[in-house]
């Protein structure tokens, strides 16, 4: 053994270096561990080689609530160099035929947005949100930062409040169920449940028909981080630097050591093997902990089968266009609609429920489907990504993993998929013609191949279906991020609250890991 510290850390994602700066500030050895060259996971952010200057952020961009989160405030991340910019105007989505619908931070605004479709579907979404807004404040937002608790238990406890039971009555539907019951314009039904896509949500789920109303109640302000989403990451590993813990990155791990039913450290695979004193944390998928870095072998029956039963957001998969720019994108709608050119996330293409069915039926053959776009110009809010003057701008679409039933097809498919959502994107705002002046783009057989904590190209590291929620995500027995073996916890998207941009899987894992550990919070 080369090397031993008090708690190791495999997968220095977002989630992974959280726990790790709350165990350092605990009094812990710590080392974080990570295959990539930059720690961060899907906090990337990288320069074009062939176009110096340009920055790209291959994955997370839109943030919401973050200088709220409890870690942003306990890590003290403003000092480490973090400075998020907020956007008062969220979404707007642009239907094939040029009409509007707008997502604000001012709910007033977004329910005059709804009302110039449709008055009464413009109060019923007001019904909802004012209906979920204590909801969300005393009981959804306390249970995304704890622990979780039995599915039993949790329903027992909700029966006894009438918040609680409107959230269990609402929560048996599915995002679909709810939106076709409740709304009627095909404008917005489609642009509530794409916004409900957004967040990597299934429309199909049992167990989410709340999932909308909430999304409308937060307070929390969409934002987005200067410099590009790596900025986080850095500042995460100051904390973690800062309070003595160490992150190292080119160090992808081998095996997860186990002694009598004990994680007690890890192989690399360059030989060299390191021990934990009392914890090792895994922020990878559970394939990838258990079945690739533990071995089958090493599993009982049942665990295995849990492990192989762990499934991934068939519609998580996105294929990203990427674009250097003269000028930002003018769209057509701009001259009725000028906000449009200020907000931070532009969908285009959505124009009823259909074409949304139509996206997951063709998912579930492995087709890419109507296409749907979404995405924004970082530089118009931060002009650092890009030379003085000029800028940068992506858009992504929902396309399946294993295209045609083989990811491998993207290879052949990748040039011409960018050409056509080009083309699209130029339909909507044509000014795209003559201000590109580079392309790029990353398929979901790239992001795959890239991150492979996001296996089949699933950037929330688990679906929310398969009941694979609260206590039982990632499966039974492993909820409260402890798992089988001894001194071994899970502390990454895999596990609740799950996946996007939120810390909070690593937050509430590294509380756990200090209970055990009874060390002073």
């Not at 850390?9 to 270096?17: F, K, M």
């Not at 008062?88 to 110039?116: N, P, R």
């Not at 789920?205 to 790596?230: D, E, W, Y």
């Not at 090792?280 to 258990?290: G, I, K, M």
Request: proline fraction near 6%.
């Amino acid at each position: 053994m080369n090397h031993q510290f008090d708690a190791i850390i495999v997968g220095a994602g977002h989630n992974g270096l959280i726990t790790q700066a709350y165990l350092s500030r605990s009094g812990l050895r710590t080392l974080s561990l990570d295959a990539a060259p930059v720690a961060g996971g899907g906090l990337s952010t990288v320069e074009d080689p062939s176009q110096p200057g340009f920055f790209h952020n291959l994955h997370a961009f839109f943030h919401r609530g973050i200088t709220e989160m409890p870690w942003f405030k306990d890590l003290n991340l403003a000092s480490h160099g973090v400075d998020y910019i907020g956007a008062d105007l969220y979404a707007s989505i642009i239907s094939s035929t040029g009409t509007v619908l707008q997502w604000w931070t001012d709910f007033e605004k977004t329910f005059e947005s709804f009302s110039a479709l449709d008055r009464d579907d413009a109060n019923t979404l007001r019904k909802w949100r004012d209906a979920f807004i204590p909801i969300l404040k005393n009981i959804l937002t306390d249970e995304a930062r704890s622990t979780p608790i039995p599915a039993e238990k949790r329903r027992e406890l909700l029966e006894k409040t009438a918040d609680g039971r409107l959230l269990l009555e609402v929560s048996q539907n599915s995002p679909l169920e709810f939106v076709t019951s409740e709304f009627r314009h095909p404008g917005i039904q489609a642009a509530l449940l794409f916004i409900n896509g957004m967040r990597e949500v299934d429309l199909r789920a049992k167990g989410f028909g709340h999932h909308i109303a909430s999304l409308f109640a937060s307070p929390a302000r969409v934002q987005t981080c200067r410099g590009g989403a790596a900025t986080l990451a850095r500042a995460l590993v100051r904390a973690v630097e800062s309070a003595g813990g160490v992150v190292r990155t080119n160090a992808p791990v081998k095996r997860i050591l186990i002694e009598d039913n004990r994680a007690v450290g890890v192989e690399l695979h360059n030989g060299e093997k390191i021990l934990a004193n009392k914890i090792v944390a895994s922020a990878l998928n559970p394939h990838l902990t258990f079945l690739e870095l533990i071995g089958e072998d090493r599993l009982n029956g049942d665990l295995t089968a849990k492990v192989k039963n762990f499934k991934y957001n068939v519609l998580g998969p996105i294929f990203s266009l990427h674009l250097n720019l003269k000028e930002p994108p003018i769209y057509r709608v701009a001259d009725t609609h000028p906000d449009v050119q200020r907000s931070l996330t532009v969908i285009m293409g959505i124009d009823s429920v259909t074409t949304f069915l139509d996206i997951v039926r063709a998912h579930d053959k492995g087709e890419p489907g109507p296409r749907v776009l979404w995405g924004g110009t970082p530089t118009a809010f931060d002009p650092s990504q890009a030379p003085p003057g000029q800028h940068t701008a992506f858009m992504w679409q929902k396309s399946p993993y294993a295209l045609h039933g083989d990811p491998n097809n993207w290879v052949r498919e990748k040039e011409s998929h960018a050409q056509q959502m080009l083309e699209m994107w130029t339909s909507y705002a044509p000014n795209l013609r003559a201000a590109t002046i580079g392309t790029f783009s990353q398929s979901p057989r790239d992001v795959a191949l890239n991150q492979p904590n996001m296996r089949e190209a699933d950037v929330l590291m688990g679906a929310f279906t398969n009941g694979q929620v609260g206590f039982a995500r990632p499966f039974e027995g492993a909820g409260d991020y402890r798992t089988a073996f001894s001194g071994l916890y899970l502390c990454g998207s895999a596990s609740h609250p799950g996946g996007n941009i939120t810390g909070l899987p690593g937050f509430n894992a590294a509380r756990e890991m200090i209970r055990d550990q009874s060390l002073q919070k």
